[in-house]
């Protein structure tokens, strides 16, 4: 309808248009297609004939009310509602199918203003385009936070991992919340964090914390495939039985029930060469004491620490003399180092799954409405693989 206007304006002298335009907002709104009143101006006529003849599209969002402190509490953030404005040239609108929930959320609020929409990424169908190259029925994975629709212009990338949403690769039969873990930035983070920090050689030992997350999960597998000795640390019975029963991992570690140093040693006796560290703190001084001269770590994350403040940090093991001692090399990274190789990362690990040589797991809560508790829950550790919310 905003075209017909707008060719109307451009074909016409203003006074015609005026006439014509009055005609088609009049009948309209006696057909009853429009709510404009008499008393409304012919510009108000014209913006509500156009908006209301386009499908209105309301967006559900979270915005950050409060920075989380301690444990993120329900009321930190709160669930309205905004009405979209219709497309511009360029411009897409997604719908939200499947939402993402990591860790890095907990902490990383901080780095934003009051207000925002919740910070993470989606899996979203694109259900109107004015973007041929995003067309109507593609899926995209961005970085749009916690919020059911958006309206997507191409140029703008996201001011967090500073990268713009992309159409999620040919998957065939494989499930499209795949894009937000294995085949997304968790598999990436594996993928290029145990490759080129870690630098694993086949017959060496690996340790993993956070061994049965979306992230450690898939670390253990692929070096397992190169042909390392595999030992995982997580919070529960059941998940050391998955790890070792359907992961392929040699050993895994309760660090809930068990002594972890003393299991440790009775597991890895040859000492350790790599640790890909997803939680940090005294899990972490513990595997460190037990690496080899030489060893690696990859400092991925620090999931022990996210509800502290940073001012009052949990206190842990001195680490300097392992390191020092055993001339480690211990390196932090954050996976968007690699934006550049991203589609690397995912067709590797794409490959791997047709093969048979990456399996997957995710824990789906249902409903948008359900966002916060699966975000909590994953901080709790209720998650076996990746934590997933299907809208
Ligand atoms: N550097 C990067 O670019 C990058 C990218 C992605 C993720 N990460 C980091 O990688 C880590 C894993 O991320 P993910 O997405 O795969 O999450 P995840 O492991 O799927 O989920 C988080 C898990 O952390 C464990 N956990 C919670 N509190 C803990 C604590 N105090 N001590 C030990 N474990 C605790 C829980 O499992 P348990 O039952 O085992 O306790 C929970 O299931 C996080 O630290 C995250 O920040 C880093």
Redo the contacts with the bound molecule.
Sequence with gaps: MDNIFKAVRRQLSWNQCRFITTIIVRSLRDTGEITATRADSRSTWIRKCSTQSSKMVKARKYVVMNYFVNEAKPTDLKLVEEELPPLQNEEYLVEAEFFSV???MRPYVRNFPLGITMIGSQVAKIVESKNPAFPVGKRIIGNLGWRTHTIIDPKTEDSFFKQKPYLLPDIGDLPPSLGLGVLG??GN?AYF?LLEICKPKSGETIVI????????SHVGQIAKNLGLNVIG????DE?CKWLTEEMGFDFAIN??TMPVAARLREVAPQGVDCYFD??G?D?SGTVMYQMNPFGRVAI?????S?NADIKSLPKSTILQPAILTNQLKVE?????RWLDRWNEGIMQNLQWIREGKLRYRETVTKGFENMFDAFIG??????I???IVQV
């Design positions: 990591d860790p890095y930035m968790p983070t964090g914390s956070g061994a049965a997350g979306a992230v450690g640390i997580c919070g529960s998940k660090y809930k997803n939680v703190g899990i991925c994350g620090s999931i022990s996210y932090g990274f954050i996976v968007k994953m901080l709790h550790g209720e998650n693989g990746k934590a």
